[in-house]
């Protein structure tokens, strides 16, 4: 057996340790650990949790790249992508991208009895929506027949509708004299919680929208595509764009490119958890490293007695880095069971709310990564072993003669 544990482990659990000073020191130490590993898992779960929703919206709702002509998509003289049988063939042969879906934008103005709105409309097929849209749907149904819209829940609280209304949608034309009319019914209400795109997105049909921008049916404004790996949709990205046919006169753009403010607003959520991390390791290490210097001053007799029967000064400080070793343990076993008990109450019960309009979600979300949680408690393990060393030199500079005598 090791002998230096096997003190250790007497030092732990003897029964006249129960009552010595350094007791609620210990204590105090293991509770300030616990809490410090739990602040930090749940930190990362609920940064991890924050990062993944907002980005599977913005994806859910723009994809991960998006293929466009050059021209801009925002007026009616746009030039529409032909999707031609080598621009297909490039993209499936693409072993980054799962799949991609032909998609118009367009603008129109809607009307009421009441009042009028501005709205950007989104043509998509059926699939789309059905995939996409369906955990965002708060009344109703999504759009099943060409005349159908989907409309958020911002535009109906704007405009007073409910599912079921007649609204009627004018679009320009090349001619400017003309504005083409036509009428919808409102199939279902949505709400994605992101101002972005609620403000003023209503989907309806692909082909519906085909017909009244006068498009042929392989004409479209954006090709939106799915890849496989979401940290390296820059790079596949500009990969894309070199091996595409004609790529001059294409625009190809990553979700990360497309909605810059978002993700370096994401970006700036890393740094505020790494300094709560970074503070509650500070914690843990100025409480392990204050317990061991106590625990060293109290037991000061028995390392004379150790010291006099021989043992080396490297075996002595390996006793008490046993020792703080179990404490350090105990805190991580403790602030596990704390971080995982209130995560699961959380994805559970969704007990804290949140303000939708501020943070996208309306209860702080959690994710339960296991890599990133094994990581950060070996992490913590290691940093505490590592500044526990320290102290321990101080076990060197005692005489054994003094520390007999000293009481």
């Not at 759009?143 to 609280?157: F, T, Y």
């Not at 919808?184 to 709400?191: A, N, P």
Request: hydrophobic share 45%; charged share 20%; aromatic share 10%.
């Amino acid at each position: 057996m090791n002998v230096e544990y096997f003190i250790s482990k007497r030092i732990v659990t003897a029964k006249e340790n129960k009552n010595v000073f350094s007791r609620p020191i210990i204590r105090l130490t293991i509770s300030a650990i616990a809490l410090s590993v739990a602040v930090m898992l749940i930190s990362l779960s609920v940064l991890d949790g924050f990062q993944s929703e907002i980005s599977e919206k913005i994806v859910s709702l723009g994809s991960h790249i998006q293929i466009s002509s050059v021209q801009k998509l925002d007026s009616y003289t746009q030039t529409p992508l032909r999707i031609t049988d080598s621009l297909t063939k490039t993209i499936h042969n693409n072993p980054e991208i799962i799949s991609s879906e032909k998609v118009i934008h367009d603008f129109g103005l809607v009307k009421t009895k009441d009042d009028f709105l501005g709205i950007n409309l989104k043509g998509v097929s059926s699939s789309y929506t059905n995939m996409m849209m369906k955990s965002y749907i708060k009344e109703g149904v999504i759009a099943s027949s060409d005349s159908s819209i989907l409309v958020s829940e911002n535009i109906a609280n704007k405009l007073k509708l409910s599912v079921s209304d007649k609204i009627n949608v004018y679009f320009p034309s090349k001619n400017k004299d003309k504005i083409k009319v036509r009428p919808f019914w409102v199939s279902g209400i949505f709400s994605t919680s992101m101002s972005e795109f609620d403000e003023t997105l209503a989907f309806v049909n692909l082909e519906k929208l085909q017909k009244i921008k006068g498009w042929e049916t392989d004409e479209v404004s954006v090709l939106e595509i799915k890849v496989n790996n979401f940290e390296s949709v820059n790079k596949t990205s500009e990969e894309l764009a070199i091996s595409l046919p004609d790529f001059y006169n294409k625009r190809v753009s990553s979700i990360k490119e497309l909605y810059p403010q978002i993700f370096d607003w994401l970006k700036l959520q890393d740094m505020n958890v790494l300094i709560i991390i970074i503070l509650m390791l500070v914690v843990s290490v100025v409480n392990i490293v204050s317990s061991l210097l106590i625990l060293i001053l109290e037991k000061t007799k028995f390392i004379g007695i150790l010291k006099s029967f021989g043992t080396t000064n490297w075996s002595i400080r390996k006793v008490f880095l046993y020792n703080s070793m179990y404490l350090v343990t105990k805190g991580l076993l403790w602030g596990n069971a704390i971080a995982f008990s209130l995560l699961f109450i959380q994805y559970k019960f969704q007990i804290i709310k949140l303000d939708e309009d501020t943070y996208y979600m309306s209860t702080i979300p959690v994710s339960f990564n296991f890599n990133d949680f094994i990581f950060l408690n070996i992490s913590t393990l290691l940093v505490c072993l590592m500044m526990m060393i320290l102290p321990t030199i101080v076990i060197t500079k005692i005489s054994a003669v003094k520390a007999i005598r000293f009481q």
